[in-house]
């Protein structure tokens, strides 16, 4: 059987998925490597930085060849796309593997993304979508109306690059006055794309690290989301909770991964911006990302979400 894989360079990690003909995931994989350039000049990706993340896909590559996969795709995100040196970047991820990397737009991604949640056996009966993927780099906001992909856009408010903006020294709390700067701009950015309360009308549905952290959190506290559901409610005493807290203390809240404790406050209020402009009470869970609507595209009937 031939088998498909498709690499996620992010911005915080990278990740790999396999697929089998059907579009079901076999194995994945991922490493954790950040790979968004400091901010405060050019953006490029360091050479320490590179050697590493192309050791990564290196291995990410290993791994799925090793599963049995023949079609390995190589996908770089916002990190990658809004860095100067990518085709360095490129030239060094080909001579380690031989696969060539694929940088997508934003609109690119924000429609795998719709693509991706589509197909999600979870929220496959639900004609209105509303889609956030909340990365490192990029916050993807999809509208979907059945098959139709009806707003699509890719903004650049990923929790890295915002951390790296307003919350340098991460290994402190966060101030009242540093978490309102972060979220007035966060609204300044969205308010005039996403028409209020939303959420009457539309699922939210969640995909990205972000959103998988809260259900790991709650999970660790014992109280596991059901159905996928993250409350807005629950999301905010965690807001106020870790933006409470210095670096050391985040790294022991149950379930929260060390390698993500610094970018958790901001992540945590870009959701909550989120949950203030549509009216949310809820964001349903989705593992299902760029990887999963790559495949889709290659293998699933031609249609009108990319």
Known sequence: MSLIAVIDVGSNSLKVAVFDQQQKEIARASEAVRIFPQQGGPLVITPEVMTSAVQAIQRLVD???GKGAERIYILGTSAVRDCQNRKEFDAA???ATGLKLIVISGEVESRLVGK???QDPAYREYH?????DLGGGSLE???MQGDYCTFAQSFPLGAVRLTQEFFADSKRKMSEGT???IRNYIQSVLGPVIPRTLAENFLMVGAGGVFSVVAL???AVGEPPVGGRLSTLRIRELKDKMCGMTLEERKQVPGVPADRADIMPVALITVCVLADLTGAEA???THRGIRHGMVDLILGPSGNLI
Request: net charge positive; glycine share 0%; proline share 0%.
């Open 93 to 95: 991820i080909q001579s």
């Open 141 to 143: 906001v999809v509208r």
């Open 128 to 132: 209105n979508l509303l889609a956030f």
């Open 283 to 285: 964001f349903y869970l």
């Open 217 to 219: 959190y709650l999970e």
């Open 63 to 65: 791994f799925a060849r």
């Open 116 to 118: 991706a949640v589509r």
């Open 179 to 181: 978490q309102a700067t």
